[in-house]
T-cell receptor, first 111, second 114 residues
Framework: GIQVEQSPPDLILQEGANSTLRCNFSDSVNNLQWFHQNPWGQLINLFYIPSGTKQNGRLSATTVATERYSLLYISSSQTTDSGVYFCAGEYSGGGADGLTFGKGTHLIIQP | EAQVTQNPRYLITVTGKKLTVTCSQNMNHEYMSWYRQDPGLGLRQIYYSMNVEVTDKGDVPEGYKVSRKEKRNFPLILESPSPNQTSLYFC?????????????FGPGTRLTVL
């Protein structure tokens, strides 16, 4: 299966700061998604972004499929942005239909 | 409200006592799957189902069973739970028959096996 590497593993920022989270894939993926897990454990889909750039409020994501990476940008961070951010993708070479997740970036936004 | 529900949300049990975690979605999604989340390992897929009566193994299926008799329900069965199955479990669903569509997750079930 594919390997999904996320960086940085941990990030502590002050409220109002901007951040960039990165996701690298070891092989080609058909599709890529970003999720946020809040401190209560709830997983929320942020972006479904197989390629290109999408924006949703203060968050945006860019996927460069040919280079096998994706970036998640958070601008003007708020304490409610705290939690773990996961990226996930599905191997494009076929086989089992399932998402492979990275180990996540743990983000703490301090007031 | 469109949602994926799981029950129970928390469960403490003992080794060998069979248990079932239920999962239900009200969005008429075809694809459903189960994940477990462990510290430092992220989420790993246990089983998935592309449609009624169609299920297949994910990355970590040992010790688990599933069934898909109805489109909306996808229960996870632990026939003889062991302490290494202590974990946070998530059910997810999506529209299409592959995982490539947007995944919607349930609230999670925290299982402790003593």
């Amino acid at each position: 299966g594919i390997q999904v590497e996320q960086s940085p593993p941990d990030l502590i920022l002050q409220e109002g700061a901007n951040s960039t989270l990165r996701c690298n894939f070891s092989d080609s993926v058909n599709n890529l998604q970003w999720f946020h897990q809040n401190p209560w454990g709830q997983l929320i889909n942020l972006f479904y972004i197989p390629s290109g750039t999408k924006q949703n409020g203060r968050l945006s994501a860019t996927t460069v499929a040919t280079e096998r990476y994706s970036l998640l940008y958070i601008s003007s961070s708020q304490t409610t942005d705290s939690g773990v951010y996961f990226c996930a993708g599905e191997y494009s070479g076929g086989g089992a239909d399932g998402l492979t997740f990275g180990k996540g970036t743990h983000l703490i936004i301090q007031p | 409200e469109a949602q994926v529900t799981q029950n129970p949300r928390y469960l403490i049990t003992v080794t060998g006592k069979k248990l079932t975690v239920t999962c239900s979605q009200n969005m008429n999604h075809e694809y459903m799957s189960w994940y477990r989340q462990d510290p430092g390992l992220g989420l790993r897929q246990i089983y998935y189902s592309m449609n009624v009566e169609v299920t297949d193994k994910g990355d970590v299926p040992e010790g688990y069973k599933v069934s898909r008799k109805e489109k909306r329900n996808f229960p996870l069965i632990l026939e003889s739970p062991s302490p290494n199955q202590t974990s946070l479990y998530f059910c997810a669903s999506s529209w299409r028959v592959t995982a490539t569509d947007t995944q919607y997750f349930g609230p999670g079930t925290r299982l402790t096996v003593l």
